[in-house]
Nanobody, 124 residues
Framework: QAQLVESGGGLVQAGGSLRLSCAAS????????MGWFRQAPGKEREFVAA????????YYTDSVKGRFTISRDNAKNTSYLQMNSLKPEDTAIYYC?????????????????WGQGTQVTVSS
């Protein structure tokens, strides 16, 4: 029912910044727990960050803490991932995800909707 569309990916140099957006439709946005995942070439998809329905709670994987910030604007039906101090190892396809149940944002949570992905490439 929910459709997610990512945007904002691109090519940046190490140390640079990028802001990803995830526009959601087809579902009451404020009822969705939102998350971001990424998948690098030859690696499994990994959890990056998540945010609760109200935005009160966030969770980050250790490798991005202090550099990435997840946020949401329920009035715009959009989730964001602000990525600063980017490293080459951040290069991956980034996916927006959403869950329709009110779970605590975490890696092992029932995300049941996914976007198509947007490529982020960080050069050194």
């Amino acid at each position: 029912q929910a459709q997610l569309v990512e945007s904002g990916g691109g090519l940046v140099q190490a140390g640079g910044s990028l802001r990803l957006s995830c526009a959601a439709s087809g579902y009451t946005f404020s009822s969705l727990t939102m998350g971001w995942f990424r998948q690098a070439p030859g690696k499994e998809r990994e959890f990056v960050a998540a945010i609760s329905r109200s935005g009160a709670s966030t969770y980050y994987t250790d490798s991005v803490k202090g550099r990435f910030t997840i946020s949401r604007d329920n009035a715009k039906n959009t989730s964001y991932l602000q990525m600063n101090s980017l490293k080459p190892e951040d290069t991956a396809i980034y996916y927006c995800a959403a869950g329709t149940s009110g779970f605590i944002p975490s890696p092992r949570a029932p995300y049941n909707y996914w976007g198509q992905g947007t490529q982020v490439t960080v050069s050194s």
